[in-house]
């Protein structure tokens, strides 16, 4: 099962709500991997996951921890990538199965490790638009789990095309 679908996200509040819909279908084991240059939305995305799971604390990328744990109704592992220094660098900070076994995950900068994201994630392509029109952003679904999550974001009536 595969698929991919775009959407233009006119706001950071839109962006927020397309992150707690999707929360919605989260589900232990669930991956999402982030990808797209500085500035795109992703921090806002996740903060969306993470309220839409039903965190009220703050939600602030994980720079320099590389990793924050938002506990809501699902634990919600976020990682930052942005200053990994190589795939192998993760086995010594974090354990994936782990992770998957007790929440869902997101990665920021998945595409600095993407040996390491499981093939059933679902990856979002995030990018600003020209003179502050939005971002579009990109889903792309491969096997079941990604393609179950891809199915919970908006249909064509919603944007998606």
Same mark, same amino acid.
């Given at each position: *099962? +595969?698929?991919?679908?775009t959407v233009t996200i006119p706001s950071a509040e839109a962006m927020e709500r397309l992150g707690e819909g999707l929360a919605a279908a989260l589900a232990p084991g669930d991956w999402i991997a982030l990808t797209g240059p500085l500035g795109a939305g992703k921090t806002t995305l996740v903060r969306g996951l993470a309220r839409g799971l039903g965190y009220r604390g703050r939600v602030a990328s994980? +720079?320099? +921890? /590389?990793v924050h744990l938002y506990r809501g109704r699902l634990p919600l592992y976020h990682l930052d990538l942005y200053r /990994? $220094? @190589?795939e192998e660098a993760l086995r010594d900070v974090v354990d994936? #199965? $782990? *992770? $998957? #076994?007790? @929440? #869902?995950v997101v990665v920021e900068w998945a595409d600095r490790a993407p040996g390491w994201i499981p093939a059933g994630a679902l990856w979002l392509e995030l990018a600003p638009l020209p003179a502050g029109e939005g971002r579009r952003v990109t889903a792309r679904a491969q096997g079941p789990r990604a393609a179950r999550l891809l199915d919970t974001l908006p249909g064509k009536d919603g944007g998606w095309h």
């Amino acid at each position: *099962m +595969t698929g991919s679908r775009t959407v233009t996200i006119p706001s950071a509040e839109a962006m927020e709500r397309l992150g707690e819909g999707l929360a919605a279908a989260l589900a232990p084991g669930d991956w999402i991997a982030l990808t797209g240059p500085l500035g795109a939305g992703k921090t806002t995305l996740v903060r969306g996951l993470a309220r839409g799971l039903g965190y009220r604390g703050r939600v602030a990328s994980p +720079t320099f +921890t /590389l990793v924050h744990l938002y506990r809501g109704r699902l634990p919600l592992y976020h990682l930052d990538l942005y200053r /990994l $220094e @190589g795939e192998e660098a993760l086995r010594d900070v974090v354990d994936p #199965a $782990e *992770m $998957e #076994a007790s @929440g #869902a995950v997101v990665v920021e900068w998945a595409d600095r490790a993407p040996g390491w994201i499981p093939a059933g994630a679902l990856w979002l392509e995030l990018a600003p638009l020209p003179a502050g029109e939005g971002r579009r952003v990109t889903a792309r679904a491969q096997g079941p789990r990604a393609a179950r999550l891809l199915d919970t974001l908006p249909g064509k009536d919603g944007g998606w095309h």
